[in-house]
């Protein structure tokens, strides 16, 4: 089913789905390493390593509930695929991969690691309650 939406993403999207054997996309190793992400240059690769990725995710990973949501969870991997192959570019001491986090949004991905963003862009620094009964409010300011 999954394939069915990306296929279905790319062939109504303008995707170059017609040069693409998704059968031979199932496999991880299309995106789990440096050198497999180094080699997705084009459409077809990113299509091809999209359509592994999908296959391969856990069920608690993102499902997608619409033909847009699909749309923008492939845009959000190519941007991902994009971030790894330019980390990886830089010969720095370590290396990014392609990881469950490529197809989420920010807020999705903050989710995941704990972090709750404000849901309005004004900051509150009011901090947290103060210890011992105190009205709250930051204890270092005034």
Same mark, same amino acid.
Do not use: K, W
């Given at each position: 089913r999954v394939r069915e939406a990306v296929v279905s993403t790319q062939s109504t999207g303008g995707g170059a789905l017609g040069s693409v054997d998704i059968s031979k996309c199932d496999g991880t190793d299309k995106y789990d390493s440096v050198a497999a992400v180094e080699a997705i240059q084009n459409e077809d690769d990113y299509l091809c390593a999209?359509?592994?990725?999908?296959?391969?995710k856990e069920t608690f990973d993102v499902q997608y509930v619409s033909q847009e949501d699909a749309n923008n969870?492939?845009?959000l991997f190519k941007t991902c695929v994009g971030e790894v192959q330019d980390i990886?570019?830089?010969?720095l001491s370590w290396t990014a991969g392609v990881n469950f986090f490529c197809d989420m949004t920010d /807020? /999705?991905?903050?989710?995941?690691?704990?972090?709750?963003?404000? /849901?309005d862009e004004e900051e509150d620094d009011?901090?947290?309650?103060?210890?011992?009964?105190?009205?709250?409010?930051?204890?270092f300011s005034g």
């Open positions: 999209f359509v592994a990725f999908q296959s391969n969870r492939y845009a990886n570019s830089q010969d /807020e /999705e991905r903050a989710g995941m690691n704990g972090l709750l963003l404000p /849901e009011s901090g947290p309650p103060m210890i011992g009964g105190g009205s709250g409010g930051n204890p």
